[in-house]
């Protein structure tokens, strides 16, 4: 092979490796995401999941306010990082219609030990391993923790966010569906 056609060889094939790195960066981060099944929103709701007392009960009673939906485990660091802020937006948030949700994909007694520990002061769920499979319904293809979803009032995903959140995409996401009609 000519030193020339090598050479364009190379950076052709280096071009290629850099864009599906950027591609896979971009999805890890989720500004790439799949759009969620038209029937994920109503599936989450009527899941039916385990409260840290052992009720079983499903989204569905939190209809009419925004939901911010967080897949996360006490195991995660980046969820450990986020929850924080959850507990703080929680409280900030809560007398415009907006309820956070936690879905535990662990074990009972570790989410009510990290709940005592953080204080979380919005609804915890165990979800286990359906969890998982539910979120990736929902357009969490890879099954990472933390993921995020944000429903509308209505019901209807508005945005499906993986990894960590910082207060700022949060807000951005947020922000809109607050001076929406009801």
Known sequence: MRPLRRALLAV???????????????????????????????????????????????LEEFRGRILIVNYWATWCAPCREEIPMFVRLQQEFSG??????????????????????????YPL?????????????????AGVLPYTLILDRSGVIRASLVGELTEARLRDQVQPLLSAPS
Request: glycine letters at 14%.
């Open 12 to 58: 052709a094939v280096g071009g290629v490796a850099a864009a599906a790195g950027v591609g896979a960066h971009l999805w890890r981060i989720g500004s790439i995401g799949v759009r969620p099944a038209d029937n994920a929103a109503r599936a989450i709701l009527e899941s039916r999941l385990t409260t840290l007392d052992g009720v079983t009960r499903t």
């Open 96 to 121: 415009n219609g907006v309820q956070f949700i936690g879905i535990a994909v662990d074990q009972a007694d570790k989410v009510l030990d990290f709940s005592r520990e953080f204080r979380i002061n």
């Open 125 to 141: 769920f165990i979800g286990g391993i359906d969890a998982i499979e539910l979120s990736r319904k929902a357009g969490n293809r």
